[in-house]
């Protein structure tokens, strides 16, 4: 009994620590442009496959890149925060094409729903073309010398969850400390409580913008790659379910609050954690249940500002 | 003796640590028009909202005729019969200005369902005596050759003028105009403040202005009530207000010339 | 036969997206930013091929499906799905903007999971050999064409009265339509129940056309696309999602050739059309202007400068 409730607290908290690192990604975004990044989920994606390259793993036969391999194979800690790297600079690219263009042009930010969409449809598809709709998975031996699992309280855990876990709230520690104690994170909060006057105070937004997209970009990639490696890479398109619940994250935390992301992040993947076998096929909408009795109790989240009318 | 068309009792509204108004106490008559003064931040705006329904009173009530209307909605509180312009002016940007004159009018147009689903003859007709009035309205406002021009499209001062034609257009009892005369030149405020004389003697309505250009107030107002830091501070016509000391040394600064 | 038939189909697809478009409109163009469109057509398409599947006696023994049990069909799902519009809309219709969105993604999972769910709905394998109506193509695509023309005869006729001027004032203000006198959240929930009526009504014709049915036809993706059609043909009158939805539904058929740049092309045309037409293809101004050509054509019949003819005297 007890082992088991530790290894539905893991799984919960693991899932639930994958969610709150989507969740940040787009926190990060919407709290500096007030839109969310509907190409997150690829560029989650993105990392999971970097990761599976930079390890030295195989495309199959089906895309164009048939039977290609780096010619190196880099251990997993390592092909990690490069992964990390290669999303974040796919970001700042999906920044540059989708929204940059309407900010200089004035147009309305919404319309940014659709261009990231159009960005997200582009990274999918491209990926298809090149390696092939098939799964891929991360060999758990990629670890070095770690065991595949470990006793713990009496529980027989995976390796994988505790490092996910960790790595996550590493992240997100390090992400809080910047924010609160760095001059960039500081003009960050800055820009997205007020704009117009952080760019009177001689903060450059625009930076503050790239530096949101390739920070999202970066815990993206590292999520995708850490679900890889955790699970598998389910096809082109297995970032799009953990986008889509990266966004009933998002809000049940509060838009644009961090402390908010880690919460919901948690609170959903331990729900869907304790969700009995029975009824594993609702799994999925736990987080959008969930969301839906916030949005209706509390529109600004659970950790959000109340949300104001100006006249 | 009649009641009071609007009467405000004790009302008071918190922001945060912030009173921005604090025990008001008004009653408007029918038939006058009723002028607040205050220097900005005073919460004269603040007033409006409470009175229009759009922000909620922490405390006190708003009587209208004698009957409570505190938290009802903004669409209730026109249709009692209470329009108002807003300061920085809020018109419907993407419709031409005979259109916003006609979302004013959406209260008498509706139409039996067959009719303005089958596009009969009837509704026909009444949809072009609802554009008639709404050009009848532009050109009482003096700006009937815009009808088709987009509201973007309209000068500051036109722009103020549609919304007090939209705002007449609900057909109201009482008009609330929040800074009609911002932004225009003297000559221009001589006009408004002609014009707001004509259209109350000519719709019998009560008005209730905020105005930062004291003169335009004085000569324009039947009764005037000073706002400083939230609080009422004079009440009165326009000649007793403007000796109180208290809003010479508040309001008009010591050596005010008014 | 072969062209002919693929002409058909591609039009009746087009035809649906033009549906879809108009479906996604309608709250739009109340500034209401709902996704939930796909979450109603999917309760149009269930409704039908349950019906249609499951109670003999709509089939009538007649080797094709009689037209009447779709009209009936279509009625069933309207009710179904404009009650739960209903419903559903009085509480999220609360909510604005991004929140909104969010909201209505919501709705649409919880509605495909649960369908995925239930054996009796379909579940995951969906429901097959839906009862045709029609023998070809071309008899859906003259169907939906008529149901297409009504649809949009009544989109035209309300943005000429009252509640469509209303919806357009809620869109620019909504606290200022508010302070006109405008019962701004009835308005708005008229347009979500309406949007959710379109939307189920194309779905029964969808479920039809495609023979079967499956709880993936409402998805994500196709809250994004529909809300794509509209984007991308105008969101300021009823013609703008109709070309879109007809446009964009067409693309991908149009980029087969290219084979599997075909989505990678979509999705480019996706990203880049609102950076160049940030308003649509078509917009109130641009028909207007479209108009007053076609005016100064017919005026000047030798083809001459339609400039020339356009302002005949002050306006």
Redesign the interface.
Known sequence: MGSDFIQLLLNGLSLGAVYALFALGYTLVFSVL???N?AHGAVFTLGAYFTYLLIGGAVGANGLLAGFQLPIALPFWLALPLAGLGAATVALLIER??FR??RE?N??P??A???S???????V??I??LVGAESYAIPSGSLGGLPVAIQLFGAQVRTVQLLLLLVATVLLAALSLWIDGTRSGKALRAVSEDPTTAQLLGINSHRMVQIAFGLSGFLAGLAGGLVGLSVSLAGPYFG?GYG?KG??V??LGG?GSVPGAVLGGLLIGLAEACVPAAWS??R??VA??V??VV??VR?QGLLGKP?A?K? | MTPPLLELENLGVRFGGLQALDAIELAVQPGEIFGLLGPNGAGKTTLFNLI?G?TPPSRGRVLWRGSEITNL???RI??LGI??T?QNL??????NCR?NV??????Q???PWAA????TAA?RRR?QTLRDQAQHLLELLEIGSLA?QPAAALSYGDRRRLEIA??L??GPELLLLDEPAAGMNPSEKEALRLLIRRLQSQFKLTVLIIEHHVPLMLSLCDRLAVLNFGKRIALGTPEAVRQDPQVIEAYLGVGGVV | MGAAFHDASLLQQMLIGALLGLSVYLPLSCGQ?SLATPGFYAIGGTTAALLSTRVPALGGGDPTYPLSSVMLEMAVAALVSGLLALGIGK??L??????L???T???V??LR??T??QEALGGAVGIFGIPQPFNNPGGYAAFTLVVLALICW?FA?LE????G??M??I???E??????????AQTKLLAFVFSALVAAITGVISAHFFNSWNARLGN?DAS?TT??FV?FGGS?TWLGPVVGGLLLTALPELLRPVG??R??V??????????LA?QGLVTPERLQGLGRSLQGLRRAPGGGEPTEALDPGP?
């Open positions: 007030g839109v969310i509907f094409l989708a263009p309407l042009r147009a309305d919404l319309l729903l659709i261009t969409l159009g960005a997200g449809v582009v990274l598809n491209l298809q073309l799009i889509l966004l009933g998002l809000v838009l096929g609702y999925e909408v959008y249940g969301l839906f949005l209706l529109p949300l009318t006249v | 229009s759009i909605d903004p669409s026109n249709r329009a108002r807003f809020r018109l419907f940007h993407s419709l259109d006609l979302v004013g009018l959406h209260r147009a509706r139409l303005a689903l089958l596009g509704g949809q088709h939209r705002a257009a609900s | 930013l509480l999220v609360r909510l604005r903007g991004i929140y969105a969010i909201a993604i919501a709705l999972e919880i999971v649960t995925l769910n009544l006729r000429d009265n009252r509640t001027r209303a357009a004032a869109r620019d203000d606290l200022a339509a508010a302070c006109q006198g405008i019962d701004t994500f994004i809300r794509a984007v300021r599997d740049l989505l990678i979509f999705g480019l045309v996706i990203l880049v059309g609102p950076l940030p306006r």
